[in-house]
């Protein structure tokens, strides 16, 4: 069985702190990937960021930041120099071989000017 | 930049009625998926469908639910008869472009309201 753990219900931070979103997964494949997607108060999903289970480098992409670690089967997300505008709802979610999406609970990020 | 679009935004029914949310997959993708979040809880896997098929359902996809691709863009749910419990907002997804992995892209959702 497939699972996405998201352990942080809430995280409030101050503008222009840094915050990482941790996301840990269970899956008995070899072959997966990865996701996190944003969901802002108007309520859409918004693509961030996908990884297969082969490409465990790090990615930068402007104020964020993603950690994948095989070894302790974690993907986690940081957000550098926070801003209001990161408020958000962000999920991490998994696919395994069949295509579905897998989503943690989601880490509610507030940030506060 | 193509994306998923959905109709209607909001839907308000009563219960035991039954209602068909729309989505627009964008174009070139070509599997298809329906999603919903039930208020402040986690975003679930419905159905994907591919070539004019059901690819995978899950356990709450039963009976009461329906998929279907009436045209070339137009990516339908339907549920039979909704019940309290069917509130949520329900997302299309589409992706696919260049093989069963890729990333889905999601539209912006449908608030369904059961009365």
């Known amino acids: 069985a497939q699972k996405v753990t998201q352990a942080q219900t809430e995280i409030s931070v101050v503008e222009k702190e840094d915050v990482t979103l941790d996301c840990v997964y269970e899956?008995?494949?070899?072959?997966?990937?990865l996701f996190w997607y944003k969901q802002p108060p108007s309520g859409e999903l918004v693509f961030l960021i996908r990884?297969?289970?082969?490409?465990?480098q790090n990615e930068i992409s402007g104020r964020y930041s993603w950690n994948f670690q095989k070894s302790t089967s974690s993907f986690n997300f940081t957000i550098t120099a926070s801003q209001v505008v990161d408020s958000a709802v962000y999920f991490c979610?998994?696919?395994?071989?069949?295509?579905?999406?897998?989503f943690g609970a989601g880490t509610i990020l507030r940030v506060k000017s | 930049e193509p994306e998923v679009t959905q109709t209607p935004s909001h839907q308000v029914t009563q219960m035991g009625q039954e209602v068909i949310l729309r989505c627009v997959p964008i174009?070139?993708?070509?599997?298809f998926y329906w999603y919903r979040q039930i208020l402040g809880q986690k975003v679930e896997f419905l159905v994907s469908f591919y070539n004019n098929e059901i690819s995978e359902k899950s356990e709450i996809f039963d009976d009461q639910f329906s998929v279907e691709r009436p045209d070339g863009s137009n990516f339908t749910l339907k549920i039979r008869s909704t019940k309290l419990e069917d509130s949520a907002m329900y997302f299309c997804?589409?992706?696919?472009?260049?093989?069963?992995?890729?990333?889905?892209?999601f539209g912006p959702g449908t608030r369904l309201t059961v009365l």
């Open positions: 990884r297969n289970s082969f490409d465990e």
């Open positions: 899956t008995r494949d070899t072959t997966y990937y």
């Open positions: 979610a998994l696919m395994e071989y069949g295509n579905k999406l897998v």
């Open positions: 174009s070139n993708h070509l599997y």
């Open positions: 997804a589409s992706g696919g472009a260049s093989g069963s992995t890729d990333t889905q892209y």
